[in-house]
Nanobody
Framework: QVQLVESGGRLVHAGGSLRLSCAAS????????MGWFRQAPGKEREFVAA???????????YYADSVKGRFTISRDNTKNTVYLQMNNLKPEDTAAYYC??????????????????WGQGTQVTVSS
């Protein structure tokens, strides 16, 4: 069992930056693929970024086209934490952001259906 707790969401002006954190307990995160998803009011949940489970060559990252070049996902296995660095934020990035985990996937999925564990979410609001 993995427990995930997100933090770092807040109100920010367009063009600003935020770093979201996802702290895990219960298991060592290096063996898990980790994903960030978001859901805006009235919209479906969408994939944002993911990082695969650590293997001999490291771990691979994946991004939605809408955030590529602006967002960076990273993991600190010593702190059992995954981060989402968000730069050049836009009003359309406003959403609740959720961290998710699934065991063993070196190639991380972009579908939320493939993640077994979820955090409670943290709200990001970008004002224009």
């Amino acid at each position: 069992q993995v427990q995930l707790v997100e933090s770092g969401g807040r109100l920010v002006h367009a063009g600003g930056s935020l770093r979201l954190s996802c702290a895990a307990s219960g298991r060592t995160l290096s063996g898990y693929a980790m994903g960030w998803f978001r859901q805006a009011p009235g919209k479906e949940r969408e994939f944002v970024a993911a990082v695969g489970a650590v293997n001999w060559s490291g771990s691979s990252t994946y991004y939605a086209d809408s955030v590529k070049g602006r967002f960076t996902i990273s993991r600190d296995n010593t702190k059992n934490t995954v981060y989402l660095q968000m730069n050049n934020l836009k009003p359309e990035d406003t959403a609740a952001y959720y961290c998710a985990a699934t065991f063993g996937a070196v190639i991380a999925s972009t579908s939320g259906r493939n993640y077994a564990y979820w955090g409670q979410g943290t709200q990001v609001t970008v004002s224009s």
